[in-house]
């Protein structure tokens, strides 16, 4: 069956500081690949979406990038914030209409002062 | 414009008995999603409605388990009778002909 990996250890990182997430997957690839932010006791919110056939997706300080030889997608923060700590969640979408997706377990951001 | 609500916030029941989750999609999506997050596991899928039709329900664990959406609108998922392993937090989601997914804050479900 398809296995996500995410770092499962947290990552800290200094204010102003590039974060880097890694997203890892086994088999087949998705038709898309979502992003999505979770802070402690609420839902899950919509960062970015790429598709199968797009390298490189970005929004504000924001970028995704989709590599479907290696099976992994890595999630970009620039100039991070302390606003920006949170866990990071990757989600599988193989239907390609968002109906079933699968994710990983997240990693938790903590962007320090 | 309101999110996806779900109610209650939180429940704690013995083992044996019943209870129902609630779920207000933000108005117009016709498309509702059930997923749950057991301790220490990823977030899984359970089922999708269409309107008040189930699209898929290939998650649902076992036949404790029943989801109904009523014209459409609500949803309602019932655990009966609760297992300590259906300790978790139960998200909803709703979407309108895209790919994009709304989630509503969770119902956190303690079994004891």
């Known amino acids: 069956s398809q296995k996500i990996e995410q770092n499962s250890e947290a990552l800290n990182i200094q204010e102003g500081k590039t974060a880097t997430l890694t997203c890892n997957y086994t088999?087949?690839?998705?038709?898309?690949l979502q992003w999505y932010r979770q802070d402690p006791g609420r839902g899950p919110v919509f960062l970015l979406l790429?598709?199968?056939?797009?390298k490189e997706k970005r929004k504000e300080r924001l970028k995704v990038t989709f590599d479907t030889t290696l099976k992994q997608s890595l999630f970009h923060i620039t100039a991070s914030q302390p606003a920006d700590s949170a866990t990071y969640l990757c989600?599988?979408?193989?239907?390609?209409?968002?109906?079933?997706?699968?994710f990983g377990t997240g990693t938790q951001l903590k962007v320090e002062l | 414009e309101a999110g996806v609500t779900q109610f209650p916030s939180h429940s704690v029941i013995e083992k044996g008995q019943t209870v129902t989750l609630r779920c207000d999609p933000i108005?117009?999506?016709?498309?509702l999603y059930w997923y749950r997050r057991v301790m220490g596991k990823e977030i899984k899928f359970l089922l999708h409605?269409?309107?008040?039709?189930?699209?898929?329900e290939s998650g649902m664990p076992n036949n404790r388990f029943l989801a109904e959406r009523t014209g459409g609108t609500y949803s309602t998922l019932k655990v009966q009778p609760a297992e300590l392993e259906d300790s978790g937090v139960y998200f909803c989601?709703?979407?309108?002909?895209?790919?994009?997914?709304?989630f509503g804050p969770g119902t956190r479900l303690t079994v004891t």
């Open positions: 989601a709703s979407s309108q002909a895209t790919t994009i997914l709304y």
């Open positions: 088999n087949y690839s998705p038709a898309y």
């Open positions: 790429i598709r199968e056939n797009e």
């Open positions: 989600a599988l979408d193989f239907t390609g209409g968002g109906n079933k997706l699968t």
């Open positions: 108005s117009g999506h016709d498309n």
């Open positions: 409605f269409v309107k008040e039709s189930k699209q898929d």
